[in-house]
């Protein structure tokens, strides 16, 4: 039996040349990026020269782009710097964030900060007039994330971004906007500007774990203090060898950008046309495909990552598919990784009035480059004949 990975959103399939050249590098660059004798000298520009690649990447301005453990951490640094400006203003947010920013703005929430959390349209997407009615002159951080990790679904961050600077301006006070770009990075095109916080996970872009990058555009004071490594913004001493490896991930990644972007709408095609044919499977949302066409045609295509797709079967719990589907080979996700032991709905979901019942039978198929369209044939295959067993026992 052949192991088909369907799970690329939760982590990427690693790519073996890169890690081949972290291992030569980490052999030869091992000395600490802030030591001041020749090894540390070598490791320091081994580091620059991979903040540059990655600002080149992101076309952004080397300055702006710092190094984290990943994408959680470069979260956090984002929502907690607003603690230092010692106000208790208002954070507007949304109900379909990834965890690693509910959880902290719920942390805020309790430190006293004016919490408005906006939800999604029935389709996953955040409309910006919603965020427009929350304004008030004392917002201290609007977030938004940039691709749903669960539906895929895009949120127009640029339109978000460009409406909360314009109102900085009008009330003559920074409101600083963030972004959970992990979903997003490498795998879509992403365009900085107006945008504060932007953060990126090494693993979503076949680079090594423990690796994030943090675009911040302005100076910031950090909730916790160190060494004063990557200028105060995350002190503690840099993985050299991985972020070279990171930063060539992230440039291979930016690189094939088009080319594998075309690739992933092929394959999800594929799939939501299959997917529709099996009986009581849902795709969420339906918006994506009604009978085996894309409504809207373009439209449609480009308010969703090709690289994400969820769907649901009636009445067959999610932990019970991804379980039996994996001991046919094919590793599909229950939701998000991060919470894949809920025992509730996901929040996401729920913000899009999804039937609770369906919402606990959702699962989720992410793909990469790597992925081959045999691969997603054998996935539908398998799961109609696993489907019509299961939907005997679940009557």
């Known amino acids: 039996m052949k192991n088909i990975y369907l799970d690329w959103a939760a982590t990427s399939i690693p790519d073996h040349k890169i890690l081949e050249k972290i291992y030569e590098t980490s052999t030869e660059t091992f000395a600490n990026p802030s030591s001041v004798h020749g090894a540390g000298v070598k490791a320091k520009k081994l580091l620059e020269n991979s903040r540059e690649r990655c600002a080149n990447a992101l076309k952004a301005d080397k300055k702006n782009i710092f190094f984290t453990s990943g994408g959680t951490e470069s979260n956090n640094i984002s929502i907690y710097s607003i603690i230092r400006k010692k106000i ?232 019970v598919l991804v379980r039996v589907m994996s001991e046919k080979g094919f590793f599909i996700s229950a939701g998000a990784a991060c919470s894949s032991n809920k025992k509730h709905e996901s929040q996401t979901l729920k913000s899009m009035k999804i039937d609770k019942n369906a919402a606990l039978s959702s699962v989720r198929i992410s793909i990469g480059p790597q992925t081959k369209e045999e691969e997603l044939a054998d996935f539908c295959n398998v799961l109609e004949e696993e489907s019509k067993k299961l939907l005997n026992v679940y009557k």
Request: proline letters at 4%.
């Open 88 to 319: 208790k203003g208002r954070v507007i947010s949304t109900n379909i964030e990834h965890s690693s920013v509910l959880n902290p703005i719920g942390e805020l929430e309790y430190m006293g900060f004016d919490i408005i959390r906006i939800d999604s349209d029935k389709n996953g997407i955040i409309n910006p007039n919603k965020i427009v009615e929350k304004f008030a002159e004392n917002i201290a951080l609007v977030s938004v994330i940039h691709v749903n990790n669960e539906t895929g679904a895009i949120q127009p961050i640029n339109e978000i971004a460009e409406i909360v600077s314009k109102y900085s301006k009008k009330i003559g006070k920074k409101i600083f906007f963030h972004c959970d770009g992990i979903q997003a990075a490498g795998k879509i095109p992403v365009d900085l500007e107006n945008i504060d916080f932007y953060t990126i996970s090494s693993h979503k872009i076949s680079g090594p774990k423990g690796v994030g990058l943090l675009y911040c555009r302005e100076k910031i004071e950090p909730l916790y203090r160190g060494g004063g490594q990557e200028n105060g913004i995350r002190p503690g001493t840099e993985n050299a060898a991985n972020i070279f490896g990171f930063s060539l991930a992230l440039q291979q990644a930016v690189d094939n950008i088009t080319q594998n972007l075309e690739s992933a709408k092929k394959k999800c095609l594929f799939l939501t046309d299959n997917l529709a044919k099996i009986k009581e499977c849902r795709i969420i949302p339906e918006y994506r495909v009604v009978g085996g066409t894309e409504v809207g045609g373009a439209e449609a295509s480009d308010s969703f990552s090709p690289y994400i797709l969820n769907f649901y079967i009636k009445k067959i719990p999610a932990e």
